[in-house]
């Protein structure tokens, strides 16, 4: 086992025992099923030049002074690709993601590990022995990790669990997604708030829509439209459309006036109707944090009809623990929830045993009104309704408690509506 740092500035010899320079990097490249990069050539100083020596004709990597298998002039100049990772211009000193820790972290060192003659990448030390190693502080750094017991640090990350950020350059790599995508938008959310401009843009390229509408909805609108400031209308439109109508009116309100009109236009026709008539509430009144997003069934219907009504809408509404009942012209008439409509034989129809009472707020309701409310009831929604107690829509608990407890506590809540 060794590191980066023990390789960095090692002389390299030639056959005959001639110094041909001093290491200044070495070229790691995935191939294959192998998740970790394979070294396929050491980077070389000679003077004003620089040359790659691929890792055939290095007799010994880990050495005092690194060996090649041929004299300086036979040597093959290794002809860098795109893939290929190097590991000290475009790893060292960089941010990643740690997706099993969930957290974006600072690379100070790379173990490099042989396996059946061949020198792989193995993990990732972002702690202080990588940065006394690299001070030349190798006895320390033993010293520290035996005071350890010898275990392996947490400050020790496999390369398997780690996402590479571009930094100032683009690294040469194809970044895949595929593990970034699983994680919970709340600590994607976490891993933007750590990241500059540069760093978010290329992180949030790498994601789909629709992981990206779900990230953005965990943090706060003026930092929703700063993350979608450099992005083309087009796709920001895609995304409003894959938001909650509520948390894409938030955004649009953050965004200068011609582009947020610009963005409604190009959004589907429905989604946009949905996220105007939000606009036109004022932003602390319960019409202004209303979702669009609910249930609303017939009266007339029974049970089992209401089951499939559920089965059909569900993806679509931001809380189905509660299904309200309204008539021909949307007039709040009951509500019943899950359990009801369990319990309910399935030949029962819905008025039978939907809850005729409905707590309730109106359109101009105060968010400060509308969390008491939620909060004396004990409700998880409140639905939202006119003077004529049409319904216009929902307000969740976490949108009424947005503006009275510290966000950073908010998101923390169990969402149990999900």
Not at 173 to 191: G, R, T
Not at 244 to 259: G, K, T
Request: hydrophobic share 40%.
């Amino acid at each position: 086992m060794a590191y980066l740092s023990d390789l960095f500035g090692k002389p390299v010899t030639d056959v005959d025992g001639r110094k041909v320079g001093r290491v200044v990097d070495i070229l790691a490249c995935t191939r294959g099923r192998t998740p970790h990069p394979e070294v396929v050539a050491v980077s070389v100083r000679r003077g004003r030049d620089t040359l790659c020596v691929p890792i055939a004709e290095v007799a010994v990597l880990i050495a005092p002074a690194i060996p090649l298998t041929v004299r300086e002039d036979q040597i093959t100049r290794y002809p860098a690709g795109e893939h290929d990772i190097h590991l000290v211009h475009d790893i060292l000193d960089k941010q990643i993601i740690d997706t099993n820790g969930v957290r974006v972290v600072r690379v100070n060192d790379l173990e490099i590990t042989r396996i059946n003659l061949k020198h792989f990448v193995a993990n990732v030390d972002i702690g202080y022995l990588g940065i006394f190693r690299r001070l030349g502080l190798s006895k320390a750094a033993d010293k520290y990790r035996k005071r350890f017991g010898g275990k392996k640090s947490p400050n020790i990350i496999s390369w398997d669990d780690i996402e590479l950020l571009p930094g100032g350059q683009p690294m040469r790599l194809k970044v895949s997604s595929d593990k970034i995508a699983e994680l919970h938008p709340a600590d994607l959310a976490e891993i933007l708030s750590d990241l500059n401009r540069t760093e978010s843009n290329k992180f949030l390229e790498a994601l789909d829509v629709k992981t990206v509408a779900d990230a953005l909805e965990e943090v706060e609108p003026d930092f929703q439209a700063s993350l979608v400031e450099a992005m083309p209308d087009e796709k920001v439109a895609d995304i409003l459309e894959e938001m909650a109508p509520d948390e894409a009116a938030d955004l649009l309100a953050e965004l200068p006036e011609d582009r947020s009109d610009q963005l409604l236009k190009l959004m589907e026709h429905a989604e946009a109707e949905d996220v105007r008539k939000l606009l036109t509430y004022p932003e602390d009144t319960a019409g202004g944090i209303m979702t669009t997003e609910y249930v609303d069934i017939d009266p007339d219907l029974t049970a089992g009809q209401a089951i499939a009504v559920l089965r059909e809408n569900a993806e679509e509404a931001e809380t189905i623990f509660y299904v309200y009942v309204t008539d021909a012209e949307n007039r709040l008439l009951g509500v019943f929830s899950l359990s009801d409509l369990v319990l309910a034989r399935p030949e029962t129809p819905v008025k039978d045993f939907m809850h005729h009472r409905v707590v309730s707020v109106l359109l101009e309701a105060s968010q400060d009104e509308v969390a008491q409310v939620i909060a004396k009831y004990n409700l998880l929604a409140v639905p939202v309704v006119d003077e004529q107690d049409r319904l216009h829509g929902i307000v969740t608990a976490d949108d009424a408690l947005d503006k009275i407890i510290p966000t950073k506590w908010k998101k923390r809540l169990p969402r149990l509506y999900h």
